[in-house]
Nanobody, 123 residues
Framework: QEQLVESGGGLVQAGGSLRLSCVAS????????MGWFRQAPGKEREFVAT???????YYADSVKGRFTISRDNAKNTVYLQMSSLKPEDMAVYYC?????????????????WGQGTQVTVSS
């Protein structure tokens, strides 16, 4: 059964850094596009970053230059390195997997989702 498990969330001061990890129990992981989304209280889930099966990346404008998505296919893991964190980055962060292989920035393009990990940024 396909499963995504996120980790690495926590409390950080504004300007600080965190690295999120997502381990995927998915057959042929290297064929999947992986993405990160986030949802703040009272707001809709929004796209953060995606990485295709070929390593092509795409970011939301709000995180471009501060966040980096990467993947380690040998470990079935995708990462989100977050730097220069702002209070507006505070949200539950979700990992997702899409079987399409190419970059995907809409939630409905993804097939599997993790349970989320909380990121809290104090000002």
């Amino acid at each position: 059964q396909e499963q995504l498990v996120e980790s690495g969330g926590g409390l950080v001061q504004a300007g600080g850094s965190l690295r999120l990890s997502c381990v995927a129990s998915i057959r042929i992981f290297n064929r999947y596009t992986m993405g990160w989304f986030r949802q703040a209280p009272g707001k809709e889930r929004e796209f953060v970053a995606t990485i295709s099966s070929g390593g092509v990346t795409y970011y939301a404008d709000s995180v471009k230059g501060r966040f980096t998505i990467s993947r380690d296919n040998a470990k079935n893991t995708v990462y989100l390195q977050m730097s220069s964190l702002k209070p507006e980055d505070m949200a539950v962060y979700y990992c997702a997997a899409a079987g399409r292989g190419v970059v995907a920035w809409y939630a409905n393009q993804y097939d599997y989702w993790g349970q989320g990990t909380q990121v809290t940024v104090s000002s």
